[in-house]
Nanobody, 125 residues
Framework: EVQLQASGGGLVQTGGSLRLSCATSGFTFDDYAIGWFRQAPGKEREEISC????????YYADSVKGRFTISSDNAKNTVYLQMNSLEPDDTAVYYC??????????????????WGQGTLVTVSS
C-alpha cells in the first residue's frame, strides 16, 4: 500500500522557518519525483516544489524560489521542504504528492497518483 505521511507544520511568526517532512512507503522511492503542494483558504491547490529522485532535478514555484529548499533522503524514503523567511501568504495546508512531475504511471490498480494527508502551516504577522 502506498503511503505518504506529511508532518512538520505549525504556527510560526513572519520571518521564521519550518521544515516539513514527507515519509513514504509502498513504492520504489528512487523511481519517482515527489513534491509539495499547498492550498490556502479560498484558493486552489498549487504546486510549489518537486524533486526528481532519479536525477535530482528540482522545481520551485516563483512564489517560494529562494526561500524554500526541497531535498530527499533516499535511505529514509523521505522528502523534506525547508521553508525560510516565511510570510503570512505562506499560510496553507501543505501536501506531498507522488508523482509531482506530470508523469503518468498506469498500474493494474489504475493511475499511480498518491497524496499525503496534509499538514497545516500558519504564519502570523
Amino acid at each position: 500500500e502506498v503511503q505518504l505521511q506529511a508532518s512538520g507544520g505549525g504556527l510560526v511568526q513572519t520571518g521564521g522557518s519550518l521544515r516539513l517532512s514527507c515519509a513514504t512507503s509502498g513504492f520504489t522511492f528512487d523511481d519517482y519525483a515527489i513534491g509539495w503542494f499547498r492550498q490556502a483558504p479560498g484558493k486552489e491547490r498549487e504546486e510549489i516544489s518537486c524533486i526528481s529522485n532519479s536525477d535530482g532535478s528540482t522545481y520551485y514555484a516563483d512564489s517560494v524560489k529562494g526561500r524554500f529548499t526541497i531535498s530527499s533522503d533516499n535511505a529514509k524514503n523521505t522528502v523534506y521542504l525547508q521553508m525560510n523567511s516565511l510570510e503570512p501568504d505562506d499560510t496553507a495546508v501543505y501536501y506531498c504528492r507522488v508523482p509531482c512531475d506530470g508523469t503518468v504511471v498506469v498500474t493494474p490498480g489504475g493511475i499511480f497518483d498518491s497524496w499525503g494527508q496534509g499538514t497545516l502551516v500558519t504564519v502570523s504577522s
